[in-house]
């Protein structure tokens, strides 16, 4: 995990409260990712970027939104979390094109009651 | 979805056999690849196939690739315990988005 840390690792919440997951990368990768990983459904894209302020949808979007104001920091906010949203959390980041391997931070769970 | 599957869910060996896992997936690809994830961590890469590859060996590891039926297969040969954990198989077909199958959980028995 070295090099790329989430934050908080633990948070639980309550439905319709705002949630704003943190992923912070010392490798200076172009690209970022958010997973969540659910059981039966193995990890599933939520929202990549590309470089500061690009951004795109990922598989399973709906419900979540991103930002990456700087090369270092990606954050991802469920805006009223819902119980359907209880997963956890991958955020991974890759060099990109000639280096398209995937390092993963240790994750985020993220319980909402 | 774009997720591929991989087969069987969940496989039992005894420590020195060989492992077998499958993965199937859905579209052209620029590339496969092989991830590993131990209990309550993150997952961490094992190997790169390129599609114009069939066959790659690294260590215990050999990955087949067949882009005609659009399957993989990871065989870990002479297993030991430490290889307990759920593999996952992901495809690359932008150069930039990775989609990941819902993972075979190996148990390998001392």
């Known amino acids: 995990d070295a090099g790329i840390t989430q934050s908080p690792r633990h948070k639980v919440t309550e439905t319709g409260t705002p949630v704003t997951l943190r992923c912070h990368q010392t490798?200076?990768?172009?690209?970022m990712y958010w997973y969540r990983q659910d059981p039966g459904h193995g990890l599933r894209l939520i929202h990549y970027?590309?470089?500061?302020?690009?951004?795109d949808k990922g598989e399973v979007s709906d419900g979540y939104s991103v930002s990456r104001s700087k090369t270092e920091d990606f954050l991802l906010t469920l805006e009223s979390a819902t119980s359907s949203q209880t997963s956890v959390y991958f955020c991974?980041?890759?060099?990109?094109?000639?280096?398209?391997?995937?390092?993963f931070g240790a994750g985020s769970r993220l319980t909402v009651l | 979805s774009q997720q591929g599957e991989e087969d069987p869910q969940a496989l039992s060996i005894q420590e020195g056999e060989n492992a077998t896992m499958n993965c199937s997936y859905k579209?052209?690809?620029?590339?496969l690849q092989w991830y590993r994830q131990n209990s309550g961590r993150g997952l961490v890469h094992l190997i790169l196939i390129r599609s114009n590859e069939r066959e790659k060996h690294s260590g215990r590891l050999r990955v087949t690739l067949d882009t005609s039926k659009k399957s993989s297969s990871l065989l870990i040969t002479a297993s030991r315990a430490a290889d307990t954990a759920s593999y996952f198989c992901?495809?690359?077909?932008?150069?930039?988005?990775?989609?990941f199958g819902t993972g075979t959980s190996l148990t390998v028995i001392p």
């Open positions: 970027s590309y470089g500061v302020k690009d951004t």
């Open positions: 579209t052209s690809i620029n590339n």
């Open positions: 490798e200076n990768h172009r690209y």
């Open positions: 992901a495809t690359d077909a932008t150069g930039n988005q990775f989609y």
């Open positions: 991974a980041i890759s060099g990109g094109f000639g280096a398209n391997v995937l390092t």
